[in-house]
C-alpha cells in the first residue's frame, strides 16, 4: 500500500464544505502552506479550523480566511506579525473565532485521539473563557471541564514519510502534528522527503502510518520550514 498521491489537488478532492479541520504549526514550523493553498484553490467553504495561529500575510490560512471559506476558528494565537485577514474577517462578523489556551488546545486534540469524552483543567477557571462550562472543585482548586476537538480533516506538515505512511517530524515542526493526525478522520500529510520503507528506524517513527490516510511530497516553491 502506497499512502502517497501524485498531488495535493487529489489529496484534497474530496474535502467538503462545512467541514472542520485541524492545521498542524507553531508560527510557520510545521505549517503545511504547500495543502492550505490547494484548499483555497479547491474552494471548500463554511470550514471551521482548529490551528494555533490565525495564519499571517496573505498566504495559507490568511488567504482562506480573506476568501471568506472559513466561518469558524478554534485558535490560541489568532493575530500575530503581519496579521491582516483575520483582523478583518473578525472585526466585519465574518469569523466566528473561539480562543482556548493552548495547553488546553493540545490536549483537547489529544483528548479527541485518544478516545477520551473530556477532562477538567484548572486553566481558565474564574475567567470568561470559562463561562457556560461545568466546573469543579478538585483537591481545593477550580477545574473547568473541557471537551474533545474533533476533525473531518487534518492536515499536517512533517519532515519525511515512507509509503506506509510512517511519519517523522523536524524540532519544533513536530508541534501540533502527531496529535493532529490521531483525532482526524482523514489525515493528510506533506513532506519534504519520501522515504524508503526501512529507511526510518522503527524507534523513530513519531506518527505510525495507522493515522496517516495520505501523503504528498511538498511543493518546494510554496513550503516553510518544517
Given at each position: 500500500?502506497?499512502?502517497f ?5 487529489e ?14 504549526g ?14 483555497a484553490?479547491?474552494?471548500a ?11 499571517t ?35 466585519t ?10 495547553g ?10 485518544a478516545?477520551?469524552?473530556?477532562f ?5 477557571y ?19 471541564f ?10 499536517v ?9 510512517n ?17 482526524a478522520?482523514?489525515?493528510?500529510v506533506?513532506v ?7 529507511e ?24 516553510v520550514?518544517?
Amino acid at each position: 500500500m502506497d499512502k502517497f498521491v501524485p498531488t495535493a489537488q487529489e489529496a484534497l478532492a474530496d474535502v467538503r464544505d462545512g467541514s472542520t479541520i485541524h492545521v498542524s504549526g507553531f508560527g510557520s514550523a510545521g505549517l503545511p502552506v504547500d495543502l492550505l493553498e490547494t484548499l483555497a484553490e479547491q474552494g471548500a467553504r463554511d470550514l471551521t479550523i482548529v490551528s494555533n495561529n490565525g495564519g499571517t500575510g496573505d498566504r495559507g490560512l490568511a488567504r482562506l480566511i480573506a476568501a471568506g471559506q472559513v466561518s469558524r476558528l478554534v485558535a490560541s494565537f489568532p493575530r500575530g506579525a503581519d496579521t491582516k485577514a483575520f483582523d478583518e474577517a473578525f472585526a466585519t462578523g465574518r469569523l466566528e473565532y473561539e480562543c482556548v489556551p493552548q495547553g488546553t488546545l493540545a490536549e483537547r486534540i489529544r483528548a479527541a485521539g485518544a478516545g477520551i469524552g473530556g477532562f477538567f483543567t484548572p486553566t481558565s477557571y474564574g475567567t470568561e473563557l470559562a463561562e457556560g462550562k461545568e466546573t469543579r472543585v478538585i483537591n481545593g482548586r477550580g477545574h473547568v471541564f473541557e471537551k474533545p476537538l474533533h476533525a473531518d480533516v487534518a492536515l499536517v506538515r512533517a519532515w519525511g514519510a515512507d509509503a506506509l505512511g510512517n511519519v517523522v517530524y523536524r524540532k519544533t515542526g513536530r508541534n501540533f502534528g502527531p496529535v493532529m493526525c490521531t483525532a482526524a478522520t482523514t489525515t493528510v500529510v506533506s513532506v519534504e522527503h519520501r522515504l524508503a520503507i526501512g529507511e526510518i528506524d522503527p524507534e523513530h517513527v513519531v506518527t505510525p502510518g495507522i493515522f496517516v490516510d495520505r501523503v504528498v511530497v511538498d511543493d518546494p516553491h510554496l513550503a516553510v520550514s518544517a
